[in-house]
């Protein structure tokens, strides 16, 4: 039977880890270091003043013009029937005439499979859908994905109807 000779030196691997471990701990004491520089509270100098000459250009961006939230009779809306129940994009849309809303169109929509209610917008007319999913009492509000012009009917927002 044979056995294994012990071996006098130390392996190469030991000092190799030694020396891995303590560029480790050099890093780590780096990135405390850096990242407590960068999170201390910054201490401003006293204000300088600045000759018309050197002044720095500051440029104004127009900011997007926001439009007052339009009437509901100026807002065409597109009912679709998404969850597959006979007359419920009619129904709702002759609610939401009542409500003062002009109606686009009523129609069945491509899937009858909706899980939610939901009211989609082109752009522009983010203001005027979360009215109107207030009045129906929809809770989601996303952009139109997937309609295009015709299938608006002109309209600018959709109520689809789910279950």
Do not use: C
């Not at 999170?39 to 000459?53: D, F, Q």
């Amino acid at each position: 039977m044979q056995h294994a000779q012990q071996i006098p030196t130390s392996f190469p691997w030991r000092t190799t880890t030694l020396v891995v471990g303590v560029l480790a701990a050099v890093e780590l004491v780096a990135l405390i270091a850096i990242g407590a520089i960068h999170l201390a509270p910054k201490h401003h100098a006293a204000p300088r003043t600045v000759h018309a000459a050197t002044a720095p250009v500051v440029r104004h961006v127009a900011a997007v013009p926001s439009h007052p939230l339009r009437p509901r009779a100026h807002v065409r809306v597109l009912v679709l029937n998404g969850n597959g129940v006979s007359g419920a994009a009619a129904a709702a849309a002759q609610h939401l005439e009542l409500e003062g809303y002009r109606i686009g169109g009523s129609a069945n929509a491509a899937r009858h499979d909706y899980a939610r209610s939901m009211v989609l917008y082109v752009p522009g007319w983010v203001k005027e859908a979360h009215r109107l999913a207030h009045d129906a009492g929809v809770p989601v509000v996303a952009p139109v994905d997937g309609l295009r012009g015709k299938q608006l009917k002109g309209s600018k927002v959709v109520l689809l109807l789910g279950n």
